[in-house]
């Protein structure tokens, strides 16, 4: 695909992103004969019109988060959207198979990556990509979010700050108050013989810990949901069950991290669906529990999920999952 115009959209916060890798970046779109504007999504919003109408493609520098805002966006528009991993654990980058090398990257994506539209999800009002967690998981990320803003001093070793996102869930955990989640199946049942539109069947289940996904990927490089893809009508969903205190969250986290195998055929811990909706058994504490998209505080319960078919064109690597 001929390029002639980028827009690069950076978030100057993320922990990988630098002045000088910007420059490195503008430099070699020129060196390859491609103009190239720069927005800061911190300093500015992004005007999906002007976007639309005078750039051949969008290259976000940074995290899933900032990926995420990008095709918020830019969602249902024809403009391809790629992503230069510059967070922290970058799970579309990896799903992707996005090289690390700076300039590998910029190679593939300018001469290999193709424009493909790929199914969304779609949390209430609010679109991810990777995958929405509701319960621990996104008390861990609205906490870690409110830590960041408070903290001015930015860590560059993306390893260091790794451990350090570890260890502030071990320590968050024991302040959590686990509530018992419903999640609620929308199954559509289609036709009868005679052409009768059969009625819709919910299915309910319960839990303490909720995440939908709609990639393979999920806390860092593990597979935790294997044969998935953005390319699938129905989001692969992982049930945490009976946990209480901080002993048992770390146990299951390390169950979904690394014995996901064992479970993976097992319907009370792994599901498929297209459509839910989500909430407290005690609608009282609804207010209580979170839900995050892509590593971004999204709200509160009740949440209704689905998924959003061919709802943004990515520039993808043809050897990911595709």
Known sequence: MNYNKILIIYNPKSGRFSKKKLFYILNFLKNHGILANT???????IEKEQIVNFFDAVLVLGGDGSLNYVINNLVYTDIP???????TVNLFA?????????????????YKYEPVKINLGKANDRYFLAMTGIGLDAFIVKNIEEKIRKNKKK??????KYISYIFSIIKLTKNYKFCDISLEIIKETGRTESGEIQPKINIKYT????IVSNIRYYGGPFKVF??????????????VKNVKGRTG???????SLTFYKKYLNNPDFYLKAKKM?????NPSENKYIFYQCDGEFAGTLPVKIEKADMAVTMLVNPASFF
């Open 81 to 87: 959207i790629a992503h230069l991993p510059m967070g």
């Open 277 to 281: 909706t989500v909430s407290s058994l």
């Open 249 to 255: 969250v770390i146990f299951s986290i390390l169950k």
């Open 207 to 210: 839990a303490n810990e909720i």
């Open 94 to 110: 990896l799903e992707n198979k996005t090289p690390y090398s700076l300039k590998k990257a910029l190679n593939e994506i300018i």
């Open 155 to 160: 860590i560059y070793n993306n390893f260091i």
């Open 226 to 239: 294997p044969g998935n893809s953005p390319l699938k009508d129905k989001f692969y969903i992982r049930l």
């Open 39 to 45: 927005l800061d999504i911190i300093e500015n919003k």
